[in-house]
């Protein structure tokens, strides 16, 4: 008669746990597994997340607009609403990345954030200065709210300094805690 063939079982007592696998006492990560990787703060890449949504729908709505109501003559495009159009949505498919990256608390997402918002911002200011706008003109323009564009692109601007704030909070405040909370069994 042979005898059987040893079956994998859970680790006993004293013995390590596998590499990476749970710990036995039912806790966190095994303590031979790697280190937890630093995530950004919950609460603060939530709230990135979102209002880098809502700078995202700003600056959509602002390409919508010039691609609807600022047409030339038989429908011929000037520079300055190719540029809109353009920048609108590469803007707000970039931006909209970047938050997704935020809300799963990746600290690069919340960093690219920040500096997608900051030179969203700058360049709302600088561009038409390097047309020949008046800064003066530019910044009734932004914050007139006197028309659709204008409300669009004034709010886009306020939602990409606060999401620029946020953001930057989310990636200096780091957390080293897993992304969900572990269940603990009630008999241990």
Not at 112 to 130: E, H, K, S
């Amino acid at each position: 008669m042979q005898p059987n063939p040893p079956q994998p079982r859970f680790p006993q007592y004293g013995q390590p746990p596998i590499a990476g696998g749970p710990a036995p006492w039912g806790g966190g990560p095994s303590p031979l597994g790697p280190p937890p990787r630093p995530r950004a703060n919950v609460a603060a890449a939530m709230i990135a997340g979102i209002l880098g949504l809502l700078t995202a729908g700003m600056l959509v709505w602002f390409a919508l607009y010039n691609v609807v109501h600022a047409n030339g003559p038989a429908g011929i495009w000037n520079g300055v609403v190719v540029v809109n159009v353009v920048g609108g949505v590469i803007g707000a498919g970039l931006v909209m990345v970047a938050a997704g990256f935020t809300f799963a608390r990746r600290i690069p997402g919340a960093w690219t954030l920040c500096v997608l918002c900051v030179l969203y911002v700058v360049a709302t200011f600088v561009a038409p200065l390097l047309r020949g706008t008046p800064f003066s003109a530019q910044l009734a323009f932004v914050f007139g709210f006197d028309k659709t564009n204008s409300v669009a692109i004034g709010l886009a601007i306020i939602f990409c300094v606060l999401t620029t704030i946020i953001a930057a909070i989310a990636g200096s405040v780091k957390s080293y805690a897993p992304a969900t909370a572990t269940m603990r069994h009630p008999g241990r």
